[in-house]
């Protein structure tokens, strides 16, 4: 019974991946791209967050609990909703989204849909996703990957906030005091 919700998390990380490559073209044409050396550190933790995730190393590959309906459950609906948060904000950016926090000509600063709860949302689904799957699979290489996603999710986000406050200034800093980066009303 394990396996139909693990194929399930698989599912949404299919579609996520999908979705993002169909979308890929639906961007503004770059302005301004970032200083490779910002970027590095997140571009190595997000794959070996994955590397612990799936790879069954010996240790990291003992479960935390037992597979179960309840278990299996809870972690497929928090990836589906990590995954609808992610198209929901990719969708919301539209052509301003960036794969590698480039700025875009016309670059716009949105604060509508999802944006209205969070500054990051697609980070916000994006470890959903992972959170749901790592409940599913139920491994402790599961949650060290969990740790090394957040880990990499606060690099980034430190990174792009830098960048849009160059770009939008006090718009941004007003955006920022009423609105969370990753966690409603709470971070």
């Known amino acids: 019974m394990h396996d139909i919700y693990v194929i399930i998390a698989v599912l949404c990380w299919a ?3 999908i979705y993002w490559f169909i979308n890929k073209s639906h961007q503004k044409p770059t302005q301004q791209l970032p200083n490779t050396k910002d ?3 997140y571009r190595i933790l997000w794959p070996l967050a994955f590397v612990f ?3 069954p190393f010996p240790f990291l590959s003992l479960r935390l609990w037992p597979s179960s309906f309840v278990v299996g459950i809870l972690g497929d609906v928090i990836a589906l909703l990590g995954l609808v948060v992610c198209i929901l904000a990719r969708r919301e950016l539209a052509g301003n989204w960036s794969m590698q926090l480039d700025l875009k000509k016309d670059h716009e ?3 509508t849909g999802p944006y209205a709860f969070v500054r990051h949302p697609i980070y916000t689904g994006f470890v959903l996703l992972f ?3 790592a409940i599913t699979v139920g491994t402790i290489g599961g949650w060290i990957g969990l740790v090394i996603l957040l880990v990499g999710c606060w690099i980034r986000i430190q990174n ?3 960048f849009v406050m160059v770009t939008f200034g006090e718009k941004y800093r ?3 005091k009423h609105v969370k980066a990753l966690i409603p009303y709470i971070w």
């Open 131 to 133: 959170l749901g799957t």
């Open 174 to 176: 007003n955006y920022k």
């Open 160 to 162: 792009e906030e830098k």
């Open 109 to 111: 600063l949105i604060t």
């Open 53 to 55: 995730l799936i790879v």
């Open 15 to 17: 579609i996520f991946w």
């Open 39 to 41: 970027t590095l550190l």
